[in-house]
């Protein structure tokens, strides 16, 4: 197989730049990677492979259609990974307009972008090319606390602005293979955790927070139930459905490990205190700093994943347990301090968002 040319957008993301690290790191193939650069784009996250000759990075925005074609026209993409988005609910509860531009129309520019070059292919590339779109389990909506589990058939009822922001993406890349032949794939992931995730999210929310003796806010009863995924298991998963997936169909990718939000917060005191045993002044144990706060607005209860098809089809599982992960994660964040620092630094100033108020 020739080295093949993959556009990830939103690739200076948490997702995006995992998928462009594991592209780099563990393939042959050239990453050209997309970003507008807002609050959770951080080329930092990118330190590790942005000297790579095989590694390129374009700033711009995918609702910007003449950007979008300038780009596809220079680099010549076989592949596209479109993550782009904005992809935190609480913000989408406060502020709902960006999510619309950016996940909806941005997303068709894409589409249009990717239709046009794809359209003036020879034939070869043109039967190679695909378009994968990355989305999210929260367009199924809430599993009510049963024991259910999302599979690739499960009607959409998206609860937050976000997640009805990403259903509207799915449908109109589906719609763009179903009305003009563009060869589309769509995942839905579970919840993602691990490095380089932006401190605004639950697990680095908590082990920051806890490090700075901080409390650590619990929506609600903290009784919500997510499945976590370890964000570079995620990230082989990707590469292996947009290299070798058939056009057309969806893929659920999930971590197995259903926990309650309090429980992950439970997981992080308990391994800080074992990995970062000093703390700060006036705290006895991490865990005294939970504090239970006024629920998210449309909170769902329970999201979990079928990710059966994904293994029968492809072969892939994750290699992470939920405790293997987190102990991977909260390492990370002992040991990446530059990092975070360097965002704390910026607008964003460690609170949960979004409360609806």
Same mark, same amino acid.
């Given at each position: 197989?020739?080295?093949?040319?993959?556009?990830?957008? &939103?690739?200076? *993301?948490?997702?995006?730049?995992?998928?462009?690290? +594991?592209? =780099?790191?563990?393939?042959?193939?050239?990453?050209?990677?997309?970003?507008?650069?807002?609050?959770? *784009?951080?080329?930092?996250?990118?330190?590790?492979? !942005? /000297?790579?000759?095989?590694?390129?990075?374009?700033?711009?925005? =995918?609702? /910007?259609?003449?950007?979008?074609?300038?780009?596809?026209?220079?680099?010549?993409?076989?592949?596209?990974?479109?993550?782009?988005?904005?992809?935190?609910?609480?913000?989408?509860?406060? *502020?709902?307009?960006?999510?619309?531009?950016?996940?909806?129309?941005?997303?068709?520019? #894409?589409?249009?972008?990717?239709? +046009?070059?794809?359209? &003036? #292919?020879?034939?070869?590339?043109?039967? !190679?090319?695909?378009? +994968?779109?990355?989305?999210?389990?929260?367009?199924?909506?809430?599993?009510?606390?049963?024991?259910?589990?999302?599979? @690739?058939?499960?009607?959409?009822?998206?609860?937050?602005?976000?997640? !009805?922001?990403?259903?509207?993406?799915?449908?109109? %890349?589906?719609?763009?293979?179903?009305?003009?032949?563009?060869?589309?794939?769509?995942?839905?992931?579970?919840?993602?955790?691990?490095?380089?995730?932006?401190?605004?999210? #639950?697990?680095?929310?908590?082990?920051?927070?806890?490090?700075?003796?901080?409390?650590?806010?619990?929506? &609600?009863?903290?009784?919500?139930?997510?499945?976590?995924?370890?964000? @570079?298991?995620?990230?082989?998963?990707?590469?292996? %459905?947009?290299?070798?997936?058939?056009?057309?169909?969806?893929?659920? =990718?999930?971590? +197995?490990?259903?926990?309650?939000?309090?429980? %992950? %917060?439970?997981?992080?005191?308990?391994?800080?205190?074992?990995?970062?045993?000093?703390?700060?002044?006036?705290?006895?144990?991490?865990?005294?700093? =939970?504090?239970?706060?006024?629920?998210?607005?449309?909170?769902?209860?329970?999201?979990?994943?079928?990710?059966?098809?994904?293994?029968?089809?492809?072969?892939?599982?994750?290699?992470?347990?939920?405790?293997?992960?987190?102990?991977?994660?909260?390492?990370?964040?002992?040991?990446?301090?530059?990092?975070?620092?360097?965002?704390? /630094?910026?607008?964003?100033?460690? @609170?949960?968002?979004?409360? &609806?108020?």
């Amino acid at each position: 197989m020739a080295v093949r040319t993959i556009l990830v957008t &939103g690739g200076a *993301g948490f997702i995006g730049s995992a998928v462009a690290r +594991h592209i =780099i790191t563990h393939t042959a193939d050239a990453v050209v990677v997309v970003d507008k650069l807002t609050y959770a *784009g951080n080329l930092a996250s990118l330190a590790p492979v !942005a /000297d790579d000759p095989r590694y390129a990075f374009e700033q711009a925005d =995918i609702c /910007d259609a003449q950007a979008m074609a300038d780009i596809f026209a220079r680099y010549r993409p076989d592949v596209v990974m479109h993550l782009a988005a904005e992809s935190h609910v609480d913000r989408s509860i406060d *502020g709902p307009a960006a999510f619309i531009e950016t996940n909806i129309v941005g997303t068709y520019v #894409l589409l249009e972008a990717a239709r +046009h070059y794809w359209h &003036g #292919l020879a034939a070869t590339p043109k039967a !190679a090319f695909r378009f +994968h779109h990355i989305s999210t389990d929260e367009v199924f909506g809430d599993l009510h606390g049963g024991d259910d589990f999302f599979t @690739e058939t499960t009607p959409y009822e998206p609860s937050s602005p976000y997640s !009805a922001s990403k259903a509207s993406s799915d449908h109109l %890349v589906r719609a763009w293979m179903r009305t003009y032949g563009l060869p589309t794939l769509v995942t839905n992931c579970s919840n993602n955790y691990g490095p380089y995730h932006f401190p605004e999210k #639950l697990i680095p929310l908590m082990i920051l927070n806890a490090l700075a003796g901080k409390p650590l806010p619990v929506y &609600g009863d903290g009784s919500q139930i997510r499945d976590w995924l370890y964000v @570079e298991d995620h990230a082989q998963a990707l590469y292996l %459905v947009a290299t070798t997936g058939k056009p057309g169909e969806t893929w659920n =990718i999930g971590g +197995h490990n259903e926990r309650t939000n309090l429980d %992950v %917060v439970k997981t992080i005191c308990e391994l800080l205190e074992t990995l970062a045993p000093e703390k700060p002044a006036g705290v006895a144990h991490y865990r005294d700093l =939970i504090t239970f706060v006024a629920d998210r607005p449309g909170h769902d209860l329970r999201y979990a994943i079928d990710a059966s098809k994904i293994e029968r089809e492809l072969g892939w599982r994750p290699q992470e347990t939920f405790e293997s992960g987190m102990r991977k994660t909260v390492e990370w964040y002992l040991s990446h301090q530059s990092w975070w620092q360097q965002v704390l /630094d910026g607008s964003y100033r460690g @609170e949960r968002l979004g409360l &609806g108020q």
